[in-house]
């Protein structure tokens, strides 16, 4: 039932409302501290429903504007099922409809949701790729980043010229990104130059050559925030040369080992995607193991969805 419901813009004001709609993602909610981000990234509406908030999403285009990406939703529990959402979702489409240059939606998802809605999505998307999930986690006191048997020297931070040129390579594109596209911390992007001052807003980008400086063989993206007394950290590994994987880690790692001895966290949990063409994960996931850090094989979370729908007439 959404008699009643009121659709609006989200502002600033409104961070403690959208915070009561309830813990989400398994508690892993990264919403609190992203708040005023996405209030500058996407353009977010709230539904109200007798002056309380009881639903969130934001939406942004991106791709020259021509794909309308969501990120973010919620509703609270207690008015799951009743058209919420997708009273937001319309009210989105509407704001949008009138951009001609919107040609795509894309959707990022995983596979607790795909179990739960993945009949529904498949009906109207067409899956673009898949990606593996690892979840990492480990106090404090147990992190132990030793000195490893690896040159993490060769992993270079990378400026917004060396990804238009790693994107204007049609060689670096196959070799590192299946179905051409780059899902930085769930968020989906074509391979275009004009994507990465939106893809580099809160995240590095880190890239290692071949012997010969003639090709980029590795590319990481990492996000680092806090969350309570938890830092975390996201890997997004692309290319399936584990042994090179296995440098970006140990030089993530020795960042994360600063970033400790600075701050207050009492724990650390890391969130590491990569594809699925990866063979012998263990060469880095171990790497983590060394450092006192346990493999989360309870989190149901372990695979990642692109998924994407052509917009053949108005949204």
Not at 84 to 98: E, G, N, Q, S, T
Not at 105 to 129: C, P, Y
Request: charged letters at 25%.
């Amino acid at each position: 039932m959404t008699d009643g419901l009121v659709i609006r813009r989200a502002t600033l004001e409104d961070y403690q409302g959208v915070m009561d709609i309830g813990k989400i993602y398994y508690g892993r909610d990264y919403l609190p501290v992203m708040y005023k981000k996405y209030l500058k990234w996407f353009n977010c509406h709230i539904a109200e429903k007798n002056g309380e908030i009881v639903g969130f999403n934001g939406a942004r285009l991106v791709d020259c504007g021509m794909t309308l990406c969501r990120s973010a939703a919620r509703v609270k529990e207690v008015y799951q099922g009743q058209g919420v959402l997708a009273a937001i979702v319309k009210d989105i489409y509407d704001f949008y409809k009138d951009k001609d240059s919107v040609k795509y939606e894309a959707i990022a998802t995983d596979n607790v949701n795909m179990e739960a809605n993945g009949d529904k999505i498949k009906q109207r998307f067409t899956q673009i790729l898949q990606r593996v999930f690892v979840e990492i986690l480990g106090e404090v006191t147990d992190f132990k980043p030793n000195t490893m048997e690896s040159d993490e020297t060769q992993v270079q931070e990378l400026t917004p010229e060396d990804l238009k040129e790693i994107f204007q390579s049609k060689d670096s594109c196959s070799r590192l990104f299946p179905g051409e596209r780059i899902i930085p911390n769930w968020h989906p992007y074509r391979l275009l130059p004009e994507n990465i001052p939106l893809m580099m807003e809160g995240s590095k980008f880190w890239g290692t050559k071949c012997s010969d400086q003639s090709k980029y063989t590795t590319l990481t993206v990492t996000e680092v925030y806090n969350l309570g007394e938890r830092l975390v950290l996201k890997i997004c590994v692309y290319g399936n040369d584990v042994i090179d994987i296995k440098r970006h880690v140990v030089k993530h790692i020795q960042n994360l080992k600063r970033l400790v001895e600075i701050g207050t966290c009492s724990s650390i949990m890391i969130h590491l995607s990569h594809s699925l063409d990866c063979q012998d994960t263990k060469t880095f996931l171990s790497v983590f193991e060394k450092c006192g850090l346990k493999i989360n094989s309870d989190f149901p979370v372990n695979m990642m969805f692109l998924f994407e729908r052509e917009i053949k007439n108005k949204l």
